[in-house]
T-cell receptor, first 114, second 113 residues
Framework: LAKTTQPISMDSYEGQEVNITCSHN???????ITWYQQFPSQGPRFIIQ???TKVTNEVASLFIPADRKSSTLSLPRVSLSDTAVYYC???????????????FGTGTLLAVQP | DGGITQSPKYLFRKEGQNVTLSCEQN?????MYWYRQDPGQGLRLIYY???????QKGDIAEGYSVSREKKESFPLTVTSAQKNPTAFYLC????????????FGSGTRLTVV
Protein backbone atom coordinates (compact mmCIF):
# COMPACT_ATOMS: atom_id res chain seq x y z
CA LEU A 1 0.00 0.00 0.00
CA ALA A 2 1.33 3.41 -0.91
CA LYS A 3 2.23 5.45 2.17
CA THR A 4 1.39 9.13 2.21
CA THR A 5 3.12 12.00 3.98
CA GLN A 6 1.46 15.37 4.57
CA PRO A 7 2.03 18.26 6.97
CA ILE A 8 0.52 17.80 10.42
CA SER A 9 -0.98 21.28 10.46
CA MET A 10 -1.34 24.51 8.46
CA ASP A 11 -2.61 27.97 9.28
CA SER A 12 -4.37 30.38 6.95
CA TYR A 13 -6.60 33.44 6.92
CA GLU A 14 -10.04 33.90 5.45
CA GLY A 15 -10.03 34.66 1.74
CA GLN A 16 -6.62 33.13 1.07
CA GLU A 17 -5.88 30.20 -1.23
CA VAL A 18 -4.58 27.17 0.62
CA ASN A 19 -2.41 24.47 -0.93
CA ILE A 20 -1.84 21.21 0.93
CA THR A 21 0.80 18.93 -0.55
CA CYS A 22 0.95 15.18 -0.07
CA SER A 23 3.88 12.90 -0.89
CA HIS A 24 3.32 9.36 -2.11
CA ASN A 25 6.63 8.17 -3.53
CA UNK A 26 5.66 4.52 -4.02
CA UNK A 27 2.33 5.09 -5.73
CA UNK A 28 1.34 2.19 -7.98
CA UNK A 29 0.08 2.28 -11.55
CA UNK A 30 -3.53 1.52 -10.59
CA UNK A 31 -3.66 3.89 -7.63
CA UNK A 32 -5.94 6.91 -7.51
CA ILE A 33 -5.38 9.90 -5.23
CA THR A 34 -8.33 10.93 -3.08
CA TRP A 35 -8.78 13.76 -0.60
CA TYR A 36 -11.26 13.86 2.27
CA GLN A 37 -12.31 16.54 4.76
CA GLN A 38 -13.29 15.73 8.34
CA PHE A 39 -14.89 17.94 10.97
CA PRO A 40 -14.78 16.92 14.66
CA SER A 41 -17.13 14.03 15.55
CA GLN A 42 -18.23 13.59 11.94
CA GLY A 43 -17.38 11.13 9.20
CA PRO A 44 -14.92 12.20 6.50
CA ARG A 45 -16.42 13.83 3.43
CA PHE A 46 -15.15 13.17 -0.09
CA ILE A 47 -13.62 16.29 -1.65
CA ILE A 48 -11.90 15.29 -4.86
CA GLN A 49 -10.21 12.41 -6.63
CA UNK A 50 -7.74 12.21 -9.50
CA UNK A 51 -5.29 10.03 -11.36
CA UNK A 52 -3.06 12.50 -13.22
CA THR A 53 -2.70 16.16 -14.27
CA LYS A 54 -5.42 18.42 -12.89
CA VAL A 55 -8.93 17.85 -11.61
CA THR A 56 -11.30 20.62 -10.58
CA ASN A 57 -14.72 20.58 -9.00
CA GLU A 58 -16.92 23.13 -7.27
CA VAL A 59 -14.94 23.08 -4.02
CA ALA A 60 -11.30 22.32 -4.85
CA SER A 61 -8.62 21.56 -7.40
CA LEU A 62 -6.18 18.68 -7.37
CA PHE A 63 -2.82 18.99 -9.08
CA ILE A 64 -0.84 15.85 -9.86
CA PRO A 65 2.58 16.07 -11.57
CA ALA A 66 3.60 13.69 -14.30
CA ASP A 67 5.56 11.37 -11.96
CA ARG A 68 2.52 11.16 -9.62
CA LYS A 69 4.79 11.00 -6.56
CA SER A 70 3.01 13.92 -4.98
CA SER A 71 -0.26 15.80 -5.22
CA THR A 72 -1.54 19.20 -4.11
CA LEU A 73 -5.02 19.99 -2.91
CA SER A 74 -5.90 23.62 -3.59
CA LEU A 75 -8.73 25.32 -1.72
CA PRO A 76 -9.60 28.73 -3.18
CA ARG A 77 -10.57 31.59 -0.86
CA VAL A 78 -10.96 29.62 2.37
CA SER A 79 -13.45 30.59 5.05
CA LEU A 80 -13.67 29.82 8.76
CA SER A 81 -15.87 26.81 7.96
CA ASP A 82 -13.00 25.20 6.06
CA THR A 83 -11.21 24.58 9.37
CA ALA A 84 -10.96 20.80 9.43
CA VAL A 85 -8.61 17.85 9.00
CA TYR A 86 -7.76 17.00 5.39
CA TYR A 87 -6.68 13.48 4.47
CA CYS A 88 -4.73 12.44 1.40
CA UNK A 89 -5.19 8.81 0.43
CA UNK A 90 -3.78 6.61 -2.29
CA UNK A 91 -5.41 3.36 -3.27
CA UNK A 92 -6.27 0.96 -6.02
CA UNK A 93 -9.90 1.60 -6.96
CA UNK A 94 -10.13 -1.08 -9.61
CA UNK A 95 -12.85 -3.67 -8.95
CA UNK A 96 -11.19 -6.50 -7.08
CA UNK A 97 -7.98 -4.51 -7.07
CA UNK A 98 -4.93 -5.40 -5.05
CA UNK A 99 -5.90 -3.14 -2.20
CA UNK A 100 -9.47 -2.07 -2.83
CA UNK A 101 -9.33 -0.22 0.46
CA UNK A 102 -7.99 3.13 1.54
CA UNK A 103 -5.57 3.70 4.38
CA PHE A 104 -5.96 6.93 6.32
CA GLY A 105 -2.97 8.69 7.85
CA THR A 106 -3.23 11.40 10.51
CA GLY A 107 -4.12 14.10 7.99
CA THR A 108 -3.45 17.85 7.95
CA LEU A 109 -5.26 20.08 10.42
CA LEU A 110 -6.07 23.31 8.60
CA ALA A 111 -6.88 26.22 10.90
CA VAL A 112 -8.46 29.22 9.19
CA GLN A 113 -8.39 32.46 11.14
CA PRO A 114 -10.42 35.65 10.63
CA ASP B 1 -32.10 10.73 0.19
CA GLY B 2 -29.49 8.00 -0.09
CA GLY B 3 -26.87 7.65 2.55
CA ILE B 4 -25.37 5.67 5.39
CA THR B 5 -27.02 5.52 8.78
CA GLN B 6 -25.09 4.60 11.88
CA SER B 7 -26.80 3.99 15.17
CA PRO B 8 -26.68 4.78 17.96
CA LYS B 9 -24.75 8.05 17.88
CA TYR B 10 -23.53 7.53 21.45
CA LEU B 11 -23.14 4.20 23.21
CA PHE B 12 -22.00 3.30 26.70
CA ARG B 13 -20.82 -0.17 27.54
CA LYS B 14 -19.80 -1.83 30.76
CA GLU B 15 -16.54 -3.69 30.80
CA GLY B 16 -16.95 -7.32 29.79
CA GLN B 17 -20.03 -6.74 27.65
CA ASN B 18 -20.40 -7.24 23.94
CA VAL B 19 -22.05 -4.43 22.00
CA THR B 20 -23.20 -4.18 18.38
CA LEU B 21 -22.98 -1.04 16.25
CA SER B 22 -25.42 -0.72 13.38
CA CYS B 23 -24.57 0.43 9.85
CA GLU B 24 -27.19 0.58 7.09
CA GLN B 25 -26.85 2.02 3.59
CA ASN B 26 -29.41 2.58 0.84
CA UNK B 27 -26.88 3.56 -1.81
CA UNK B 28 -26.76 0.11 -3.39
CA UNK B 29 -23.02 0.05 -2.73
CA UNK B 30 -21.21 -3.25 -2.87
CA UNK B 31 -18.33 -2.58 -0.49
CA MET B 32 -18.63 -1.59 3.16
CA TYR B 33 -16.00 -0.74 5.76
CA TRP B 34 -15.54 -0.18 9.47
CA TYR B 35 -12.93 2.24 10.80
CA ARG B 36 -11.91 3.20 14.30
CA GLN B 37 -10.67 6.70 15.18
CA ASP B 38 -8.97 7.66 18.44
CA PRO B 39 -8.57 11.29 19.56
CA GLY B 40 -6.11 13.17 17.37
CA GLN B 41 -5.50 10.12 15.22
CA GLY B 42 -6.34 9.04 11.72
CA LEU B 43 -8.74 6.24 10.84
CA ARG B 44 -7.71 2.62 11.24
CA LEU B 45 -9.41 -0.13 9.28
CA ILE B 46 -11.14 -2.84 11.34
CA TYR B 47 -13.01 -4.96 8.77
CA TYR B 48 -14.27 -4.60 5.23
CA UNK B 49 -16.62 -6.46 2.95
CA UNK B 50 -16.72 -6.33 -0.83
CA UNK B 51 -19.72 -8.62 -1.29
CA UNK B 52 -22.53 -10.21 0.70
CA UNK B 53 -21.48 -13.11 2.92
CA UNK B 54 -17.80 -12.24 2.58
CA UNK B 55 -15.54 -9.99 4.64
CA GLN B 56 -11.85 -9.50 5.38
CA LYS B 57 -9.88 -8.38 8.40
CA GLY B 58 -8.34 -4.96 8.37
CA ASP B 59 -5.36 -3.79 10.39
CA ILE B 60 -6.95 -3.97 13.86
CA ALA B 61 -9.56 -6.75 13.70
CA GLU B 62 -8.74 -8.38 17.05
CA GLY B 63 -11.65 -8.09 19.47
CA TYR B 64 -14.15 -7.24 16.75
CA SER B 65 -16.53 -9.29 14.59
CA VAL B 66 -18.77 -8.46 11.64
CA SER B 67 -21.42 -10.02 9.43
CA ARG B 68 -22.68 -9.19 5.94
CA GLU B 69 -25.93 -11.08 5.46
CA LYS B 70 -27.53 -8.30 3.42
CA LYS B 71 -26.03 -5.84 0.97
CA GLU B 72 -27.48 -2.94 2.93
CA SER B 73 -26.22 -3.89 6.38
CA PHE B 74 -22.78 -4.37 7.93
CA PRO B 75 -23.04 -4.52 11.75
CA LEU B 76 -19.92 -4.43 13.92
CA THR B 77 -19.75 -6.24 17.25
CA VAL B 78 -17.23 -5.02 19.79
CA THR B 79 -16.51 -8.00 21.99
CA SER B 80 -15.20 -8.21 25.53
CA ALA B 81 -11.90 -9.31 24.01
CA GLN B 82 -11.28 -5.78 22.75
CA LYS B 83 -9.15 -4.33 25.53
CA ASN B 84 -9.52 -0.65 24.72
CA PRO B 85 -12.83 -0.17 22.89
CA THR B 86 -13.49 3.48 23.76
CA ALA B 87 -13.28 5.27 20.40
CA PHE B 88 -15.20 6.86 17.53
CA TYR B 89 -16.38 4.23 15.03
CA LEU B 90 -17.07 5.08 11.41
CA CYS B 91 -18.81 3.01 8.77
CA UNK B 92 -18.29 3.65 5.06
CA UNK B 93 -19.39 2.26 1.74
CA UNK B 94 -18.54 2.65 -1.91
CA UNK B 95 -19.67 1.17 -5.21
CA UNK B 96 -17.48 -1.32 -6.99
CA UNK B 97 -16.10 0.68 -9.82
CA UNK B 98 -13.17 2.66 -11.04
CA UNK B 99 -12.39 5.89 -9.30
CA UNK B 100 -15.25 6.05 -6.80
CA UNK B 101 -14.85 7.64 -3.37
CA UNK B 102 -16.19 6.49 -0.04
CA UNK B 103 -19.39 7.68 1.61
CA PHE B 104 -19.15 7.78 5.40
CA GLY B 105 -21.75 7.59 8.11
CA SER B 106 -21.89 10.11 10.94
CA GLY B 107 -20.21 7.76 13.40
CA THR B 108 -20.87 6.10 16.75
CA ARG B 109 -18.97 7.19 19.83
CA LEU B 110 -18.47 4.21 22.13
CA THR B 111 -17.47 4.72 25.74
CA VAL B 112 -16.64 1.94 28.18
CA VAL B 113 -17.70 2.75 31.73
Amino acid sequence: LAKTTQPISMDSYEGQEVNITCSHNNIATNDYITWYQQFPSQGPRFIIQGYKTKVTNEVASLFIPADRKSSTLSLPRVSLSDTAVYYCLVGDMEPGGATNKLIFGTGTLLAVQP
Amino acid sequence: DGGITQSPKYLFRKEGQNVTLSCEQNLNHDAMYWYRQDPGQGLRLIYYSQIVNDFQKGDIAEGYSVSREKKESFPLTVTSAQKNPTAFYLCASRPTGLGYGYTFGSGTRLTVV
